[in-house]
């Protein structure tokens, strides 16, 4: 007599490859900025890269696996005086501010500063 493992092996439909096309839809998560200065090199949906200050004011992602991935940041582009959508696999690099340190992990990184709920802004020139 088989037991019940052996039993659900056998009573299991074959795979379908067809499955694996299927998208999986998950809840978006918004996440609140207090307005973080980046710069940015961004490339566009025609190839084009452009160079770009951005405020960001929110944060777009998904939960999973207990693990938040960031998907795109929403804010004010400098370059085109317009608020804006980025998706975060077209940003090329970022930095903290224009000529400023490179920022490695971009989604790490603004999820760490708000975390600490601390404005970010460019550093002004001093008088």
Known sequence: MADQSEQADTDDKPFD???????ITLPKIRIASPDIDIFIHFKDTQGEITKRGVTVKRVWAVSLRNTIVVLSIEGFCHLRQ???????????E???WEGGPEIWDLAGWLLMVIGQGKKRQFPRPKD
């Open 17 to 23: 490859p067809a499955a694996l096309d299927q998208k």
């Open 82 to 92: 317009d608020q804006r959508d980025f998706n975060i696999q077209r940003i090329m």
């Open 94 to 96: 970022a930095f903290e």
